[in-house]
């Protein structure tokens, strides 16, 4: 089993310094040898993408990884944090350099207030820029969805799960975060019924992907979230796809099955879905862990909008 703990980052991230290829495309450790998350650079900024949402033609998305930013010490370096102890001026910047990537402004973003709840708000346009440029006139709030183009969520991680949704149909997109509470308390569905309920959202209509995070080899949970995961998911045989019993009350979760099968019983098909290849513990030279760092790490970020097309 991988040891989770933190590694320092043995690559230097100079102002200046541009990534080898092979550092980018080979050192990556992933799961199931296939590459469901692309790895892309513009510049300095190195950031992840899932074919399956590029593919719709009309989102721009991605996920950022440790580098490319202007953050040092523990943030080193695409720190999107405010709350944990970094220099303001150097996550302002961070933001701008993901804005430039996206093709938008940080103003066109509008940030979640995560606190592992269920909760989803609909934005626009006139929520531009909180959580970056401006404060957030809500709270609580684990997922985002918006029918609006130029209007991207923003959502932000260190070993929980994004979960990226676009309707082909209607145009439409959310973006969530799902970590084990959410999991269990199926966001993924939450999302769906909302989504239904704004737009009226066919599930069929929708592509969905679950982004980098923890998996089942790193993320040891203690009975009374085993049991949780069991009851909820009691389908026959569900609970041993997603739970390994270790002995001694520990066992091993799997958020990324547990989450694909949530997505596929609200409705989006099978075909629909992609599933990450990229464990943010197992990669925490490139992402930030919150379990591998215990806890000294900056955020990462989704990032999810409809273009203007």
């Known amino acids: ?35 469901q ?11 992840l993408t899932f074919p399956i949402l590029e593919e719709t033609g009309m989102v721009r998305h991605l996920f950022s990884t ?20 970094d220099e303001k001026e150097s996550v302002d910047e961070n933001f701008r350099r993901i804005a430039a990537a996206l093709g938008c402004g940080v103003e066109d973003m509008v940030c ?37 183009p130029g209007v991207y969520l923003a959502t932000f991680f260190a070993d929980c799960v994004p979960l990226y949704f676009v309707d082909t149909r209607r145009k439409a997109v959310a973006l969530a975060h799902s970590g084990w509470r959410g999991t269990v308390a199926r966001m ?3 999302v769906v019924e909302r989504m239904r309920e704004a737009y009226g959202t066919d599930p069929a209509d929708l592509v969905a992907a679950v982004g980098p995070s923890i998996c089942q080899e790193c993320y040891e949970v203690s009975e009374d979230v085993a049991d949780a995961f069991a009851s909820a998911f009691h389908k026959s045989g569900q609970e041993r796809e997603i739970l390994f019993a270790k002995g001694g009350g520990k066992y091993q979760l799997d ?22 290849d990229l464990c943010t513990c197992h990669n ?7 379990r591998a760092s215990m806890g000294q790490r900056g955020n990462l970020g989704a990032f999810l909008g409809l273009t203007a097309n």
């Open 37 to 47: 998350v692309r790895v892309n650079q513009k510049g300095e900024l190195v950031y």
């Open 112 to 148: 979640s207030d995560q606190t592992h709840t269920t909760n989803l708000r609909i934005v626009g346009k006139a929520d531009g820029g909180k959580g970056i440029t401006r404060e957030r006139d809500y709270s609580d709030v684990d997922g985002l969805l918006t029918d609006e």
């Open 1 to 35: 089993m991988h040891n989770c703990r933190n590694i320092e980052m043995s690559f230097a991230i100079g102002k200046n310094k541009l990534y080898e290829e092979r550092d980018l495309y080979m050192d990556w450790h992933r799961h199931k040898n296939s590459r």
């Open 188 to 190: 993924g569905q939450c």
């Open 284 to 290: 925490d030279r490139y992402l930030f862990s919150h």
């Open 66 to 85: 440790r580098m490319g930013g202007v953050s040092e010490g523990i943030y080193r370096s695409m720190n999107l944090s405010y709350t944990r102890g």
């Open 255 to 276: 958020l990324w099955r547990a989450n694909e099968i949530v997505l596929a019983e609200a409705g989006i098909l099978e075909e629909n879905i992609q599933v990450t």
